[in-house]
Nanobody
Framework: QVQLVESGGGLVQAGGSLRLSCTTS????????MGWFRQPPQKERRFLAR????????DYEDSIKGRFTIARDNAKNTVYLQMNNLKPEDTAVYYC???????????????WGQGTQVTVSS
């Protein structure tokens, strides 16, 4: 079973930056991309961004465009999420996942990691 390990979270002041990392032990069956998600306290987990392994193409949820950047290192099986100009509403547990992407649609394949907590103070 493919394992995912997220890291890089922490406590940061509003306006600050963090870079999250997600290392996967391999590619889940059917996976052709990776995604970042977040789950604020007492809310549902929501999609943030995704990147394709082969061509590096990306897609972002509208609310984070211009502040967050997803990147990958294929050799290290690692995906990153650079988060700039953080806001208190970015406080959440951040997760990565293997994705099966088909055009504009996607689905999560395989298991989730344990997540990494990001807390942004005002």
């Amino acid at each position: 079973q493919v394992q995912l390990v997220e890291s890089g979270g922490g406590l940061v002041q509003a306006g600050g930056s963090l870079r999250l990392s997600c290392t996967t032990s391999g590619r889940a069956v059917g996976s052709n991309g990776m995604g970042w998600f977040r789950q604020p306290p007492q809310k549902e987990r929501r999609f943030l961004a995704r990147i394709m392994w082969v061509d590096g193409s990306t897609d972002y949820e509208d609310s984070i465009k211009g502040r967050f950047t997803i990147a990958r290192d294929n050799a290290k099986n690692t995906v990153y999420l650079q988060m700039n100009n953080l806001k208190p509403e970015d406080t959440a547990v951040y997760y990565c996942a293997n994705l099966q992407v088909d055009g504009s649609t996607w689905r999560v394949v395989g298991s989730w990691g344990q997540g990494t907590q990001v807390t942004v103070s005002s």
